[in-house]
């Protein structure tokens, strides 16, 4: 395969393919595939890479919808005290969307192990 370099936009109808060749075998394998909607599976980063450029851009993780980046503040519905009207360890939140609660314990622990806290 011949190594080509654009100076320039690249367009295509269908989409671009990246693709690695087995050196023994020649058997081609897609690593990325990249057309109007586009999933990443795995990104090997050098340096450093950012998802979504601007605030408007739309970012969604496992399937749910992608959405702008949240900028709520004094969400107070959907919130189930503990113990009396103060919020406690044991106090849950739904962010008065759907039906599942959560403490903030359970938010702070998913938030760590999808990367998106430090540990």
Known sequence: ???????????SQNGFQTVSVNSSTGAVTVTAT?????SVDSLAVTASA???NAATDTVGFYGATAVVQPATTGTTTGFTAGSGTAARADSTFTGNTGTAAYTVGDIVKALKDLGLLAA
């Open 1 to 11: 395969m011949a190594n080509t370099t654009f100076n320039g936009p690249v367009r």
């Open 50 to 52: 950012s998802i979504g």
């Open 34 to 38: 990249l057309g109007a909607t586009t």
